[in-house]
């Protein structure tokens, strides 16, 4: 009785929020749920009789999801997932009240969920998920969260609190160190790459995000890094060195703009991909959503289907037409995104025509410092032409200039693009760099001028 | 070419929030002014000649950080304080800032040793300080980004670096920020703090080339856009 009137209730408030367009009727539900029934998360999700998973990290949420979601809908589920934007503990919880009649049944068999890493320890306890997913730790609005040892021991909880398989980045040490948590040894699977082409062991000041042993706190020593603190490592006192992954990238045939074509070994067995997402980020959703396919006993020939026709995750690398102008809107959170972003895309392109958005609204994170870790200094040989827009324009154009690249800020969005548009040469691409809140903006913009797909949030 | 050396303490560990943006400013502003920068870092156990720098600074790091830092910091205890007396200039930021003073008090009540530099005791709260802070100084009005749950209080004697106008401060009752020793500085404020304060910059720059090089004026530098990006964040709630 409780359930449905908990349910009535979340309901009318779903519509009434829908309604009055305050809040696309997304956490409010889940809100009052959390307060009128505490248990209803789980008792509504203990009917997806193929059981709940969850994905978390700091980058690549959205897109791994996305690619899981692909895989099991054409294995024959019925799928349950939540937005990006939703992806608290309430927002989990409103998917699930959406997704539900009244009597409380869900018309799906499987619950897929991507979770910010610091609620996941809450949507864990509740939901019980038969698998979940860590893909990297990165220093992400540390202003929300603090530190990111603190951050990895929450997570660490949440595991702890379920009997679920867990996927862990045998490529980044705090992630992979959270093997620790599973109720049993056999629980534990990892994804990482062997063969890519590795950055050299540069030891810039750039910041590294966890560099040390997890275990002892002494240095890692690298034999190779991809990007970041992502690679293959040891701790020189023998406490801890990189797991062997079960999936494992043994190398990239071809890279482009669009996509990238990879050889995986499974278990020992080779198979080809053809991601269509570019960067090497990527190759490590596409790593752990082909390990989760895997483990849920999906065969691999429909694996490789799914993976080489889904597209990205809105923002994430879309492309959008404007006349005979092409536009890559890509974007940028965090200093270990946006870096990635500049070498996937821009390090290597002469007199680009780029217009990035940065705001600072509570969903961009409050503090822009971190633009200061990004190292734009790479961009300066290839003469860019860059314009700075959003709230927070000016502060671009001044990290620029420290990097030694002229730029012009043009705070209004609207008047920014159409600079864009004017310098993009005919038959020519632009580049797009918006931050969360700036993206949605953005993409608004644009729609006054194009079709652009409409954004689910 | 005349070289500048400037010694960036622990950037391994105390390297947070853009905080390295400040050496980026202080190069720039160097090398748009003639001069060669050279950048050293110190590190965990490896000993460090400071009489052959020019400018030292040093960074916020995560509390795993401080607690190694702390420890190796110690050594260079006296010889930090006599180059503070003779005007050394110096830039410490939240972390290193709190390892500056007398002790930082950790929620674990465990204590972490300071240098003394400045006259500050720092106690860490369960309130984080967070946000857009603006306060006026001696090098006119600052702003930055705060970040920190440690409350600073002065002690006796002690100068802060400025007073409050927008944000916490110190901590979260006096409405006083920062603590300076003759050139040396202490603040929470990152953002980072120099490339949108280039008087601050100038400051710390004019006193290293004084000592090295008796320079008396420094060349002008266009700021237009450090004080618009400053004026932008001075808006920012």
Known sequence: ?457 | MNTIIIAHLYPREMNIYGDLGNIIALTRRLEWRGYAVEVRSVEVGKFFDFSKVDIIFGGGGQDSGQLIVGTDLLIYGEVLRNLADSGMPMLLICGLYQLFGNKFVTNNNQIIKGIDVFNITTIASDTRMIGNIVIESSFGRLVGFENHSGQTQLGVNQLPLGKVKHGFGNNSTRKHEGAVRNNAIGCYLHGPVLPKNPKLADALILAALKRKYGIAELLKLDDSIELRAADVASTRS
């Not at chain 1, 290839?382 to 620029?400: D, F, K, V, W």
């Open chain 1, 1 to 457: 009785m409780r359930q449905t009137l908990t349910l009535i209730i979340t309901k009318v408030a779903a519509g009434a929020s829908r309604i009055s367009r305050r809040g696309g009727g997304g956490a409010l539900p889940g809100l009052l749920a959390e307060k009128l029934d505490p248990k209803l998360a789980s008792r509504l999700s203990a009917q997806l009789s193929h059981g709940v998973i969850l994905v978390t990290g700091t980058n690549g949420k959205t897109t791994t999801t996305k690619l899981i979601a692909a895989e099991l809908e054409a294995h024959g589920e019925r799928v349950l997932t939540n937005r990006s934007g939703s992806n608290l503990r309430r927002g989990v919880i409103s998917s699930l009240i959406d997704a539900s009649n009244l009597s409380g049944e869900i018309d799906a068999t499987i619950g897929l969920f991507e979770v910010d890493e610091a609620w996941l320890r809450f949507v864990a306890a509740d939901l019980q998920p038969d698998k979940i997913v860590v893909l990297n730790l990165f220093r992400d609005q540390l202003d929300r969260y603090g530190e990111l040892d603190t951050l990895a021991g929450l997570i660490g909880d949440g595991i702890a609190s379920t009997k679920a398989k867990i996927y862990l980045n045998a490529d980044d040490p705090l992630v992979a160190s959270l093997s620790k948590y599973a109720a049993r040894s056999d629980l534990v699977n990892y994804f990482g790459v062997e063969g890519l082409p590795a950055k050299s062991t540069r030891r810039q000041v750039t910041p590294v995000d966890s560099d040390r042993c997890p275990v002892c706190k002494t240095e890692l020593v690298f034999s190779r890094i991809f990007y970041s603190h992502i690679g293959h490592y040891s701790c020189p006192n023998g406490d801890f060195s990189r797991p062997q992954p079960e999936v494992s990238l043994t190398h990239v045939n071809e890279s482009s703009d669009e996509s990238s074509d990879f050889t995986a070994a499974i278990t020992g067995k080779r198979y080809d991909f053809q991601l269509q997402l570019p960067g090497s980020y990527n190759l490590y959703n596409a790593l752990a959503a082909i390990a989760v396919g895997y483990g849920h006993g999906i065969a691999i020939a429909d694996l490789q289907t799914s993976i080489n026709t889904t597209e990205a995750a809105f923002g994430r690398v879309e492309r959008i037409t404007i006349g005979n102008k092409t536009l890559l809107l890509l974007l940028i959170k965090n200093p270990a995104g946006f870096t990635q972003v500049l070498e996937t895309f821009l390090s290597s392109k002469m007199k680009a025509n780029i217009l990035i958005i940065i705001n600072d609204n509570l969903a961009d994170g409050r503090d822009v410092s971190w633009l200061w870790d990004v190292p734009l200094e790479i961009l300066s040989s290839t003469q860019p032409n860059i314009i700075s827009s959003g709230i927070r324009a000016t502060e671009l154009t001044l990290r620029l200039k420290y990097a030694g690249i002229d730029s012009r800020s043009i705070e209004d969005l609207s008047s920014s693009l159409n600079a864009l548009l004017d310098e993009i040469p005919d038959g020519s691409m632009g580049y797009i760099l918006p931050t969360y809140t700036a993206m949605i903006a953005i993409r608004q913009e644009l729609s006054k001028r194009t079709d652009v797909p409409k954004m689910k949030l």
